[in-house]
């Protein structure tokens, strides 16, 4: 493995296999729910017709109430949120229920299910 080990206050140890300056100044990711890897590239999720960011479940569910999806509740799995398209439809959006894990992934299925609505972003390059 190579990289570099950089040791935290608490004397826990991490390795930055690419080190660049940003890796090691960023401590917390500046959105909630983008890459927290070292040096990684925040990524935003951007309903395309505002050209809006969104920064919360609150927003991502009232613009995909506004493309036809709704929530489904599902007492199997408390600590999802899903949505569905409809009854006759077998897309299904399953996210997690704090907004601070909400990761690209989740971004890019949301992506491939509203293709023209969403798109993922470089983070640093939005605001």
């Known amino acids: 493995m190579s990289g570099v080990w950089i ?9 930055i296999s690419n080190p660049t300056r940003e890796a090691f100044e960023q401590r917390e990711p500046p959105y909630p729910g983008t890459a927290t890897a070292p040096g990684a590239r925040p990524r935003v999720l951007v309903y395309l017709p505002a050209n809006q960011v969104i920064r919360s479940y609150s927003e991502l569910e ?6 036809g999806w709704t ?15 409809s009854e006759n439809s077998a897309h299904l959006l399953s ?25 993922v972003r470089d983070g ?3 605001e």
Not at 7 to 15: H, I
Not at 71 to 85: A, D, G, T, V, W
């Open 7 to 15: 040791f935290d206050k608490n004397g826990v140890a991490r390795l």
């Open 95 to 119: 996210l997690p229920k704090d907004f601070s894990n909400f990761r690209p992934l989740h971004m890019y299925d949301i992506v491939v299910k509203n293709r023209t609505f969403f798109q």
């Open 71 to 85: 929530r489904y509740h599902n007492s199997n799995q408390p600590e999802l949120l899903q949505f569905h398209k």
């Open 62 to 67: 009232q613009r995909l109430g506004e493309l």
């Open 124 to 126: 640093a390059s939005v």
